[in-house]
Each structure stands twice: as structure tokens, then as C-alpha cells.
């Protein structure tokens, strides 16, 4: 009897849909059989363009629009953050109390989750992407959240858009992965370091260093030029199959080289004076809190100099015990609390410590005033986590706020923990919060119920 | 219905399609009036596979017709599967027996026919980029610097079942040709050396100053009888005792130290002692390890109480800082014995270290000659009208931004720089490009350099521009292959990638491009050339790694309350990974069956992991090949400890993550995902409930039995080792259960027993009590363990995923190595005659 080779992809892995669900008109149920392949290939930032023009009239009429997103990847004890109770009179609970300045500015969201999304902790580069089922071999991710932003309202802002990570760890898996990913599904990792940050963003550099920097971008322009014209004369030797890699190769080398433009043309522009200093990074992987701190401050100048409108931060606390009085162990170790008690005590004080900081850079953002309203009020925070409870490693039920930019908030929209509300909803929400015309995003079914403009 | 059937059954790959393949039965209907299976398929799966319901996640409503293109035979042979196991359509839809024959009859035509023709016109791989281990071996060997460190820097892969090479998976965005940039940049930095022959004398530290970290570990260090006693008092981590630094200059070192095994009276740590501190005879070993920061073990040694002088060369990148650790060192909370400190304490007195290097081969170094020959070096000046010289940062990786340190300035003086510069790069580009490279080529990349000439940049610089072009070029991080029959020098490249992960050798080239190469019986005697030579261990490791994704075993630390003995025992650990490589080492070099994966009479061990699994007679940290006794749960990898930890998250093991290992890594017949809502289990370490009864609950609901029945029993079998691969009887608890008390010496731990293990199930329809008949059970499924095998070394060998006309030959290549039970260098060896490898 023969058997046959079964480590081939058709055990576990259905096939990817097209990765265009927005500009893709929904097919009739029998129109497989007419089709073939006709959508393939539509450019990105092409389909992209009205959006942009879109956006600028949103821009030109009040106050920009900005979007920052937190992410904390070992979740957040479930007990001790749903409420009880639904509605605007929802009953707080312990780690709602210290976000209660901002009550009237937030909402909770119970009941969602990213459908498709699971694989516990490998769930992680899903979270602003929504692409489904992370785990099963071949898998492709696609465009996530920020990106997808960037991409309309990017060129507004000397940083299209800024993926952040903090992760007190000295390496290995505990170092974080990142949460941006391209069209194409090629991770953008995020920056750690808080002072390199802020030097990107405030730091002039005197005229000589300016004048290297812009030739040694003009160099790498000419290593691109000479590498697409590599292609062109490779691609007259080369089956239609290969011409696709060798297509995807030229493509991201153009790509390089129009930011890399970009780059330059900002080069020479000023940076925003800022009346703060340099931070200083934290070297020790034992105070992940304070490295929380350092990360709000520049992301609070980064927002209010406009020096970007988007901002994703991945939050991954691992396995390094944190120096922090009557923790015993590091923050990984005690999600997986296995129910003893002990563990979930300690576990909160790291979690506890963790939404003070996020309540002050809330905080933070409310001062700042702006032609329209404040900072805050001109800026979509989404708290949230790829699980939603790390010690069962399950990706459903996931702790959700969303806080400022001008929504009716107040209230805990309550949805059905047995069968998830989609998350990527509250995408799509946030997008058309930044003026960006989609009415789709991933595995969205709209817009998000319940949570309406001021 | 047999395990096998059944787990086919879940791959959704059936028996009778492979048979019915293997016959070569002939296709029917593809005449006009017959439907072809894109019409089948529109009649019958579109209900529940369209845009809108997608049952199982799974769209058909958007596929094209075989032979359109590969993008959809993916999904075309999991449709044929699905349907020729009788899977789908579902029960109230199934096809009678005739339709299921027509159908995979129609499809399986169409889908042989189509190989067929792909493989003829454009071939079975797409073009393929370097992996990103692949990047690194070649430039580490093309720059000469064998511990370059870049593949951080270059695009992670896209793995399947943990193999990195596969070429329509690989994706490819801007900020990967950003990272492209960088990692050629870094890499050729570390290969210039733009400074005279440094001079580095022998040093050597007396106890006075091997004290850098004296403030720290006050306590535990001491200097008595003129030496510097380290003793072995829990800290942080492994407390690692910084002795010195190395110059910053990457290369070869030799670090050399003079110590003994000792003991000395905790009076001996007193402010004012009254006494001078004195060392007392210790009775036993002392394992130690060098190391620098962030743990890398350079090497681990047995201090004797007689002492000795211990001493290893090992590569440094340059600045980096040495370090000593005992190797079992326990953890900050350890209980000590009696609550109270020890009187006396176990440690190494170190009477000097010294330090030889770096051992310098030639001045400029190799990797500086590989790109810039041997022009001239010269002092900078105003004067000579050129440009600054650019700064150039020697080290890489972690340490390479503290490097930017100017070190010049020095410039290499080309007095002819059109002829120089076409030489080098001629030279760099073939061996890079692995080809010959034409005039017009090297013209492209030197007008480059010439242009950078004539705006007065150093020469040096200027090249390096051209160099970064090479290191980024298509030519380079692609492997180009052409349709049909691979030309001699692409099989070459083919080979060296396989089984070196490099380039090829000056031998490879020669064969290949007389072609040569081509004939089957040098090509196979290359191939044993190569298999045993020590660069395949390249190849052996990264087949290990990407098998059996050992890698992942410093993804998880063991839980200080639960395994306290465990805890901080970074020596371990790296036993445990270093057993399983040797293991395979072993398999490989001396044609073992492949049965030898899930028993063996031996293993290889060091007295840590002898003392954890409970073998005697093992002294001393070197790996050596032992004997296992007859009754020894212990013999392949199945049971490695390595295995274990990587199977377990740190506090609980779940049969469930462990049933699935051994069904994906071991048999190759992964599970299909568990459906949206199935559920997770909680792990509870409180002691009241064991995770197989949880699992009970969960086998009882009918969707979720049909897997797990095949998923749980292996992960059952397993229950017997706990996270780091110790055998246990019981698990451990937090709140119910019995104390016990482990004695490690100085040391004690508490810990406490819960619930008894139940090893026990039923595999092939046959039961197991525990794990030594599990293995026996296992053992006869030698062929499907060989299956999985090929399978992976297809894809590994070619970068393509097994199409539908593959898996005939796979068959025939396992009746090939049934007689010698499928050693596995016979089994690597055998994927070279396949049409597979030498077609693209």
C-alpha cells in the first residue's frame, strides 16, 4: 500500500483570498466561473490616491486627525478589567478606576476579537492586520492598520507613520515581534530606543552632517538606480514565472528609493524646536515601567509637533523580572498564572503600574490644546492585546478601550462573549476617523456599532 | 481504520490516491464532453467554499482552472485530497465511489499533466532568494570572516513547518532592501581593516585585577593565598565574574587561566577577618565556563582540585568582555541548607588568567585582502586632495555602533585606479555572482567606482559603494536557475547550497561548468565528498534546527516555584541542545535507520545531563557517546530533554502541543487547526486536576474527539517527562500535594507532588502503558518518518514545496531505502538523482 507524501500544505491551510478586500467588489456566488484572476496586481498606492485627496480637505478645515494604537502583548487579567455591568452607567472595576479621569472620553469594549485570529501568543503579528489563522504553515500577513493609514496620509508628516516597541528583554523570542506589516506582508520592526527617537525627530544636525547625510542618501540612490536597471536586463532571460519575484524585487527597490527622496527632501527641512531633553534610554531590562514613561513623553512631542499622525507601540513586558517591589518574577512567567493566587496578585501590580502610565500619557495628550479642542480630542487611542487571557493563551474576548478623537464615548459596549463582535471594525472606524475613505478593512463588516461622533 | 489511514484521513491526503497514481492510471475525460474538475468543482463545493460562507476558512469561488498558473495548485491538490479521502464533500453530499474516481481520475490528470508541463517550461521552483542563513554563510565565506554575525540583519524567512528556503513564500518589500543595505554595509565594514598592524602583547592578571565586578558580588568573592576564590553563592543569574576585556579587534584568541577546585570558610567574607582567609581541600569538580556578555559560552571546563591550567581559542568580535560562571550555579532564592548560609563553601580559586591575541594570520587581514587586495595603505592628509576617509566601524552586530571610533585616518592609494578596481571587482563578482561574470557586468559596477574616483572619494570608499551594489544585486541574492535540465555550474550552486549552505568550492566550479558535474556517478561522489566533510555540519545544523526547531529551547525559562532545581541552569540547557545535534550528527555520518529518531541504545551525554536523566558513570562536561541501559526510557530524539523543553511553555506540558510535535515533526502528518471556538484549556498548577482529565472533557464533545483521539495519545505517552525532560512519575503542585525535598548538595530545594502521571493510551489501535511500549509502537512507522524526511530534504535541497508528480518519486525513493531501513545519509544522498534536483 502506498503512502502518499503528506507534509504538503493541503493539510492545513486554506487558501489566502486576494489581499484586497476593500477595492474588491464582492462576487456574485457563481461568478467563480467566470473569473480568472482579472484583480491581480492592482498597485497599492494607486487604488489609494482619491483617499489621499480626501484627506487633505479633512487636514485643511480643522485640527489634523491622529491615531495611536497600544498594544500590550501579555493582555491584561480579564477579572480584573471587564465590567460587570453594560451601558453609559457601567459599573468600573479596579483597572478601569485608574483610567477614571478619562471616563467620559473612553469607551470599554467587551465581546470582540479578531475572527480567524488565534494561535495564542502567534497571534501577535495579526493584531493590526486581522489576517486569519497565523499558525498554519504558509501563512501571509497582510497590511496592518498603521500602514494602511500611512499609505493615504503619510506623506503629511516627516514620518509616514512611527511603529514603536517596548521590551524590557535582552533578546531571543522575549525581544518582541513587531505589530506593522506591508502589503505584502513583510514586517516593518518597531524602534526601542526612546532617545533615538526623539534625536530622529528634534535634533538638527549641524550643516556639515546635514550635507553627509543627504550624500550618502543621493549614494544609496545610486545603488538603487543601478540595481533596477539589474533588473530590466536580467528580466529579457526570464520565464513569466520568475519575472514576478524579479517584478516584486524592482518594485520594493523603487519603493526604497522614492522614500529615500522623501527623506532627503525632509533632510533639509527644520525640525520642530521642542522645549524637552534628550532622553535617556534604559540599558537594564528590569524597569520596563519607567521605559513605558520614556516612550509616551516623545510620543506625546512626536503627536503634538505633528511630526507624525500614527503611531503603533507594542508593548511585550517577557520574561525578565521586573525590579518592582513584591514582584518575585518576570511578567511572562506570571500571565501564565496556572490560578495561583499568588501569581495574579503579583501579575496586577505589574499590570496596575502599567495603566497609571498609559492614564498619564492620556493625561498628557488631554493638556495640550489645539485649534479644535484638545490633543486628545484630536487623537484615536486603541488600547487592546492579541490574547485575552495569557494564561490560556486565547485570542477571543480581548480587553479593548478606545479613547479621544471626538467620539461619543462613556459607555462599555457590551458584545457577545460567546460569539466575538469583529475588532477590525473599530478599524475601519479609526481610518474614516482620519478622513480616509474605506468602508472595508481585513475581515471587517462595517463600521463600528454603537460608537458615534460627538 | 488503522492510526495511519487515520491520520491521512486528517492531512486530507488519501491512500487510494496515491496508489491509484503510483499505478500510473491513465487519465480519462478530457475530451471535449467530459467535465474538467473546474467545472466539478463549480457544481459541487461552491455552496459552502464562495466568498461569503467560506466553510473551514476555505474560498473555491475564486480559483482559476488548473494549469492557469501555480498560484492555485495548492489549493487544487488539497481539493484532490479532500475529495479522494472521502472528506468532502460532507456526509449529505458525498460522492458515491464512481464519482470520487472520476473526479480524482479527471483532477489527478489535469494536475499531472500540468507538473509536467510547468516543470518543462519554467520549472518546479520559482526563483528563489537566499535564506537568511544562506546570506550569511556565503558572505561570511566570499569576506572571510567565519563569524561575521549579519543574518539579524537581513530579512527574516518565511517558514514552512520550520524550513526557511521555500521560494513562494518569500515575500519582498522596501524596508527589506533597506535591511539588504545595511547587512552589506556592516559586512563589509568588518572585512576592511584600515589601520597598520596593530600589535597586541600576551596579558596576563594577577587576582589584583581580575576584580571588575568587586562591588557587586562582594560577598562571594575573596582573595586567599594569592588567589581570587569564587564561590558559589546564588546571585541574580548566573552571575557571571567579568575577568577582563579584549582589545576591540575581532579575530582568534586564546584565553588561558590557572585554577583549582576549592573550599573556603564563610569567615573568610568578614569585614576584618581575624585571620587571613585560607583555602581548604575540596573533594570534587568544579565545572566552569567562559563566556562574554549576554551569555555566549565559549567553553566549559572541570576544575579539579589538584588544578590545572585550562585554556580555549575562540573567536571574539572584538571588545568583548570575559566572563567565568559556574555552570550550576542555583538561583537568588535557593533555600540553603538549615535556613541558615553554609559554613564552608564550594568554589575556584583562580591563581592567574591571561589573555593571547588576536592571533593575527596576515597583515591586512584575509577579509581586507578579498576586497581590496593588497594596494597600498597611506596616511591621510589635506595634502593628498582626497576626501576624508570614511569612518570605518570594525565589529559587528551588538557592539558595532560603540565601534564608530575614527581609526585612521588611513586611505588605500590605487595609483592605477581603473585596472585595480576592475580586477578586484572581476574577481569578487564571480565568485558572488557563483558564475562567470561578462566585461559589460564588471564595466556597470566599476563606472561606479570611477565616478566616486573622480569626485576625489577615496579609493577605499569608492569601492565599497560598488561592493554594497554586489551584495544587494539580484544576481547575488538570487539563485538563478534555468528551465529544464540545470547547466553544470547551477547544479553546483544547487549542491553547495544543500548540503554546505554556501557557495561552492573551487572543486564544485571546475565540475560544474565542464559539466562533469552532470554525470551521475560524480555527482554522487561529490556528494559523499561533501557529506563528509566538516562543513556539512553547517547543513547538519540547520537541518536539526529547522526539523525539529531547536532553537526554541531558549524560548521559555522553567518556573522558579515548580522547578527550582532548574532554574538559571543555563549549562543545561545548552547540554541538552548540544545532545540533540550530536545525536543527528551521529545518525547522519554512520547511515543510521531512521527508526534510530524515535529509539536508540545510545545517546551522547555530559555528567549534567547524565545526572538528569539518572545515567551513571558520566564525569565531566564533554559530550561523549554512551551507552544507554537496556531499560533506559531515554534513546532518540523523541525523548531528548531538548525535545521536551521545547514542547512545554516552563510550568505545564500539554499532551496536546507534544501529540502534535510528534504527528507534524515526527510523522509529517500535521493536524488540520482546530476549528474558531474550540477552545483553550486552562492551565491549573494548583494540584486538584490533572491536564488529561481536562482533556477527558474535551474528547467527549464529538467535533473535537475526531483529532484529538490522534492528537492525544503521543502527547500522553510524553506526560512522563516534565519541562525540561526529566522523568517524572508525578507532577508538580503549588497547593495540593505531598513535599518533597531535592538534594542538590550545598543547595536544597522544595517542591511539591501533585497528581500521579497516566501515561497510557492507544496508538494504532494498539494500547501503550507507558512510553517504552509507545516507542515500540512508534518504530514500525519507520517508512512515514522516512516520508516526512524526504520530504523535508526535497524542499530543502530544491526550495519548492512537493507538487502532485513528486510524491510517485517519493514513493519509489522510499523503496529504494527500505533495505538498509532508511539510513539517513543514504535517505540526503538520495534526493540528488531525483528529476527534482536537477531540474529547476
Redesign the interface.
Known amino acids: 500500500?502506498?503512502?502518499?507524501?503528506?507534509?504538503?500544505?493541503?493539510?492545513?491551510?486554506?487558501?489566502r483570498?486576494?489581499q484586497m478586500p476593500h477595492i474588491r467588489k464582492?462576487?456574485g456566488?457563481?461568478?467563480?466561473?467566470r473569473?480568472?484572476?482579472v484583480a491581480i496586481g492592482l498597485p497599492f498606492l494607486d487604488a489609494m490616491k482619491p483617499n489621499v485627496r480626501a484627506a487633505d480637505k479633512i487636514v485643511a478645515a480643522a485640527s489634523p486627525q491622529r491615531m495611536v494604537i497600544l498594544m500590550n502583548s501579555l493582555s491584561l487579567l480579564p477579572q480584573h478589567y471587564f465590567p460587570k455591568t453594560s451601558g453609559f452607567n457601567y459599573e468600573s472595576t479596579p483597572y478601569l478606576d485608574i483610567l477614571s479621569a478619562h471616563r467620559e472620553k473612553m469607551t470599554i469594549m467587551s465581546g470582540v476579537s479578531l475572527?480567524?485570529v488565534?494561535s495564542?501568543h502567534g497571534a501577535l503579528p495579526c493584531f493590526l492586520t486581522g489576517a486569519?489563522?497565523p499558525?498554519?504553515?504558509?501563512f501571509?500577513n497582510t497590511i496592518s492598520l498603521d500602514i494602511q493609514a500611512a499609505e493615504s496620509i503619510g506623506q503629511h508628516t516627516r514620518f509616514p507613520f512611527l511603529p514603536i516597541m517596548i521590551s524590557p528583554s535582552?533578546?531571543?523570542?522575549?525581544k518582541g515581534e513587531p505589530l506593522s506589516f506591508?502589503?505584502?506582508?513583510?514586517?516593518?520592526p518597531g524602534e526601542t530606543s526612546a532617545a533615538r527617537l526623539f534625536r530622529k525627530m528634534f535634533l538638527q544636525g549641524n550643516k556639515a552632517e546635514v550635507e553627509a547625510q543627504v550624500v550618502r542618501l543621493q549614494?544609496?540612490r545610486?545603488?538603487?538606480d543601478?540595481?533596477m536597471?539589474?533588473?530590466k536586463k536580467?528580466n529579457a532571460n526570464?520565464?513569466?514565472?520568475?519575472r514576478?519575484?524579479?517584478d516584486?524585487?524592482f518594485t520594493?527597490?523603487r519603493?526604497?528609493e522614492q522614500?529615500l527622496i522623501a527623506t532627503q527632501a525632509w533632510e533639509r527641512k527644520p525640525k520642530p524646536a521642542v522645549d524637552a531633553p534628550v532622553p535617556q534610554d534604559i540599558t537594564t531590562f528590569t524597569d520596563g515601567i519607567r521605559q513605558h514613561r520614556n516612550v509616551f513623553d516623545v510620543m506625546k512631542l512626536a503627536l503634538s509637533t505633528d511630526s507624525t499622525r500614527i503611531i503603533s507601540l507594542g508593548i511585550h513586558m517577557g520574561?525578565t523580572r521586573q525590579d518592582i517591589e513584591n514582584v518575585?518574577?518576570?511578567t511572562h512567567?506570571l500571565s501564565?498564572h496556572?490560578?495561583?493566587p499568588e501569581k495574579i496578585d503579583q501579575l496586577r501590580i505589574v499590570e496596575e503600574l502599567q495603566l497609571q502610565e498609559i492614564a498619564l500619557f492620556l493625561d498628557g495628550l488631554n493638556e495640550v490644546k489645539e485649534k479644535s479642542g484638545t490633543l486628545l480630542d484630536n487623537t484615536t487611542v486603541m488600547f487592546g492585546s492579541n490574547m485575552g487571557?495569557a494564561?490560556?493563551?486565547?485570542n477571543?474576548n480581548l480587553p479593548i478601550f478606545v479613547a479621544g478623537g471626538g467620539f461619543k464615548h462613556g459607555q462599555h459596549l457590551a458584545f457577545d462573549t460567546?460569539n466575538n463582535y469583529p475588532l477590525t471594525n473599530l478599524y475601519v472606524t479609526m481610518l474614516q476617523r482620519l478622513g480616509i475613505e474605506v468602508d472595508s478593512f481585513s475581515s471587517s463588516t462595517g463600521t463600528l456599532t454603537g460608537l458615534e461622533m460627538a | 481504520m488503522n492510526f495511519?489511514q487515520q491520520?491521512?484521513r486528517?492531512?486530507?491526503?488519501?491512500?487510494v490516491?496515491?496508489?491509484a497514481?503510483?499505478l500510473g492510471t491513465p487519465a480519462v475525460g478530457l475530451s471535449a464532453d467530459e467535465p474538467d474538475a473546474f467545472?466539478l468543482v463549480?457544481n459541487s463545493c461552491?455552496d459552502c467554499h464562495?466568498?461569503?460562507t467560506?466553510k473551514?476558512?476555505?474560498?473555491?469561488?475564486?480559483?482559476?482552472?488548473v494549469g492557469?498558473?501555480?498560484?492555485?495548485m495548492?489549493?487544487w491538490?488539497?481539493v484532490?485530497?479532500?475529495v479522494a479521502s472521502g472528506v468532502m464533500p460532507p456526509k449529505k453530499k458525498a460522492f458515491s465511489t464512481e464519482e470520487i474516481e472520476q473526479f480524482t481520475d479527471t483532477l489527478g490528470a489535469e494536475l499531472a499533466q500540468f507538473d509536467r508541463e510547468n516543470q518543462d517550461?519554467?520549472?518546479r521552483v520559482?526563483?528563489r532568494?537566499l535564506s537568511s542563513s544562506e546570506y550569511e554563510n556565503i558572505v561570511r565565506d566570499l569576506l572571510f570572516l567565519p563569524h561575521l554575525s549579519v543574518a539579524q540583519y537581513v530579512?527574516?524567512d518565511?517558514?514552512?513547518?520550520g524550513i526557511q528556503n521555500v521560494?513562494n513564500?518569500?515575500?519582498?518589500?522596501?524596508?527589506?532592501?533597506?535591511q539588504y543595505?545595511e547587512a552589506a554595509e556592516a559586512s563589509l565594514q568588518a572585512a576592511v581593516a584600515l589601520l597598520p598592524e596593530p600589535k597586541y602583547p600576551k596579558r596576563r592578571f594577577p587576582p589584583t585585577k581580575l576584580s571588575a565586578h568587586r562591588k557587586v558580588f562582594q560577598n562571594a568573592r575573596v582573595i586567599a593565598e594569592e588567589k581570587l576564590v569564587l564561590i558559589k553563592e546564588p546571585v541574580e543569574s548566573q552571575g557571571p565574574w567579568t575577568l577582563f576585556t579584549t582589545p576591540n579587534e575581532p579575530g582568534y584568541y586564546t584565553l588561558r587561566f590557572r585554577a583549582q577546585s576549592t573550599r573556603i570558610a564563610n569567615s573568610a567574607f568578614e569585614d576584618n577577618p581575624k585571620t587571613a582567609p585560607k583555602l581548604l581541600p575540596a573533594e570534587k569538580d568544579q565545572t566552569v565556563s567562559l563566556g562574554v556578555a549576554?551569555?555566549r559560552y565559549l567553553e566549559t571546563f572541570n576544575v579539579t582540585p589538584e588544578g590545572d591550567t585550562y585554556e580555549c581559542t575562540v573567536w571574539l568580535h572584538g571588545d568583548e568582555r570575559i566572563s567565568i560562571h559556574f555552570a550550576d550555579l542555583p538561583f537568588r532564592?535557593t533555600k540553603f541548607v538549615g535556613g541558615k548560609k553554609p559554613e564552608i563553601w564550594d568554589g575556584v580559586a583562580i591563581e592567574w588568567a591571561e589573555m593571547e591575541g588576536p592571533h593575527l594570520e596576515m597583515w591586512p587581514p584575509r577579509s581586507h585582502q578579498a576586497i581590496l587586495g593588497t594596494l597600498q595603505m597611506k596616511k591621510w592628509t589635506e595634502a593628498s586632495g582626497l576626501l576624508p576617509p570614511r569612518t570605518i566601524a570594525r565589529g559587528t552586530g551588538q557592539k558595532r555602533e560603540a565601534h564608530r571610533a575614527p581609526r585612521g585616518p588611513y586611505f588605500i592609494e590605487s595609483n592605477d585606479p581603473p585596472k585595480d578596481s576592475e580586477r578586484l571587482l572581476r574577481r569578487f563578482m564571480e565568485r558572488a555572482y557563483r558564475r562567470p561574470v561578462t566585461d559589460g557586468e564588471v564595466k556597470?559596477?566599476q563606472l561606479?567606482v570611477l565616478e566616486a574616483v573622480e569626485k576625489k572619494i577615496c579609493f577605499q570608499d569608492a569601492m565599497l559603494?560598488a561592493y554594497?551594489?554586489i551584495l544587494?544585486?539580484?544576481?547575488f541574492?538570487?539563485v538563478?536557475e534555468t528551465?529544464g535540465q540545470l547547466p553544470g555550474n547551477e547544479l553546483a550552486t544547487r549542491l553547495a547550497l544543500y548540503l554546505w549552505r554556501t557557495l561552492p568550492d573551487k572543486r564544485l566550479i571546475e565540475l560544474g561548468s565542464s559539466g562533469e558535474l552532470l554525470k551521475p556517478e560524480v555527482l554522487r561522489a561529490e556528494a559523499k565528498r561533501m557529506i563528509n566533510n566538516p562543513r556539512a555540519d553547517r547543513f547538519i545544523n540547520d537541518f536539526t534546527d529547522q526539523w525539529l526547531d531547536l532553537d526554541?529551547i531558549?524560548?521559555?525559562?522553567p518556573?522558579?516555584?515548580l522547578y527550582p532545581e532548574y532554574s538559571s541552569d543555563a549549562n543545561l540547557v545548552e547540554s541538552l541542545a548540544a545532545e540533540t545535534r550530536a545525536f543527528v550528527r551521529e545518525m547522519v555520518r554512520k547511515d543510521l535507520p531512521i527508526a534510530t529518531v524515535v529509539d536508540s541504545d545510545f545517546t551522547f551525554l555530559n555528567e549534567r545531563l547524565a545526572v538528569h536523566y539518572d545515567i551513571p558513570g558520566v564525569k565531566g562536561s564533554q559530550l561523549r557517546k554512551v551507552s544507554l541501559p537496556a531499560h533506559s526510557v531515554r534513546g532518540g530524539v523523541l525523548t531528548q530533554g531538548s525535545m521536551m523543553k521545547i514542547s512545554a511553555?516552563?510550568?505545564?506540558t500539554s499532551p496536546i502541543k507534544r501529540g502534535i510535535w510528534v504527528l507534524e515533526r515526527i510523522?509529517?502528518?500535521?493536524?488540520?487547526?482546530?476549528p474558531?471556538?474550540a477552545?483553550?484549556?486552562?492551565?491549573?498548577?494548583?494540584g486538584a486536576t490533572t491536564i488529561r482529565e481536562q482533556l477527558d472533557k474535551h474528547r467527549a464533545v464529538e467535533s473535537c474527539a475526531s483529532c484529538h483521539i490522534m492528537i492525544d495519545p503521543p502527547g500522553f505517552a510524553l506526560e512522563s517527562f516534565d519541562i525540561m525532560g526529566g522523568y517524572r512519575t508525578h507532577y508538580r503542585s503549588?497547593?495540593k500535594g505531598q513535599n518533597k525535598m531535592i538534594d542538590r548538595g550545598q543547595f536544597r530545594y522544595h517542591v511539591k507532588l501533585g497528581l500521579p502521571v497516566d501515561a497510557s493510551g492507544t496508538f494504532e489501535g494498539e494500547e501503550f502503558s507507558e512510553i517504552k511500549s509507545f516507542k515500540d509502537l512508534l518504530v514500525q512507522e519507520d517508512?512515514?518518518i522516512a516520508?516526512?524526511i524526504?520530504?523535508?530534504l526535497l524542499?530543502q535541497s530544491t526550495g519548492a514545496?512537493?507538487t502532485f508528480s513528486?510524491?510517485a518519486i517519493?514513493?519509489q525513493l522510499l523503496d529504494d531505502n527500505a533495505s538498509n531501513d532508511y539510513g539517513l545519509q543514504s535517505l540526503i544522498l538520495s534526493v540528488l538523482e531525483t528529476p527534482m534536483f536537477l531540474q529547476k
Open positions: 500500500m502506498t503512502k502518499p507524501s503528506t507534509l504538503n500544505p493541503s493539510g492545513t491551510e486554506a487558501p483570498p486576494l464582492v462576487m456566488r457563481r461568478s467563480f466561473l473569473s480568472s484572476g475572527p480567524e488565534d495564542g486569519a489563522h499558525g498554519r504553515p504558509g501571509r535582552s533578546g531571543g523570542a522575549e506591508t502589503a505584502a506582508g513583510v514586517p516593518i549614494e544609496e545610486s545603488i538603487l543601478k540595481l536597471g539589474r533588473v536580467l526570464v520565464s513569466p514565472e520568475d514576478v519575484k524579479l516584486q524585487y520594493s527597490v519603493e526604497l522614500r520574561s518575585n518574577d518576570g512567567p501564565h496556572g490560578n495561583d487571557s494564561n490560556r493563551h486565547s477571543t460567546e | 495511519i491520520i491521512h486528517f492531512s486530507h491526503i488519501s491512500v490516491a496515491g496508489a497514481f503510483c467545472t463549480g461552491l464562495d466568498e461569503v467560506k473551514g476558512g476555505l474560498r473555491l469561488d475564486n480559483l482559476d482552472p492557469t498558473g501555480t498560484a492555485n495548492e489549493t491538490l488539497h484532490y485530497d479532500q517550461s519554467v520549472g520559482i526563483l532568494r530579512p527574516a518565511t517558514e514552512y513547518h521560494a513564500r518569500q515575500q519582498l518589500a522596501y524596508n527589506q532592501i533597506a543595505l549576554l551569555g532564592d556597470e559596477m561606479t559603494i554594497k551594489a544587494c544585486s539580484p544576481d541574492l538570487f538563478t528551465p526554541a531558549y524560548a521559555t525559562a518556573d522558579k516555584k511553555n516552563g510550568f505545564t510523522l509529517g502528518t500535521p493536524p488540520p487547526p482546530p474558531p471556538n477552545g483553550a484549556v486552562e492551565p491549573d498548577t494548583r503549588i497547593d517508512r512515514q516520508r516526512n524526504l520530504n523535508r524542499i514545496i512537493a513528486d510524491r517519493i514513493e
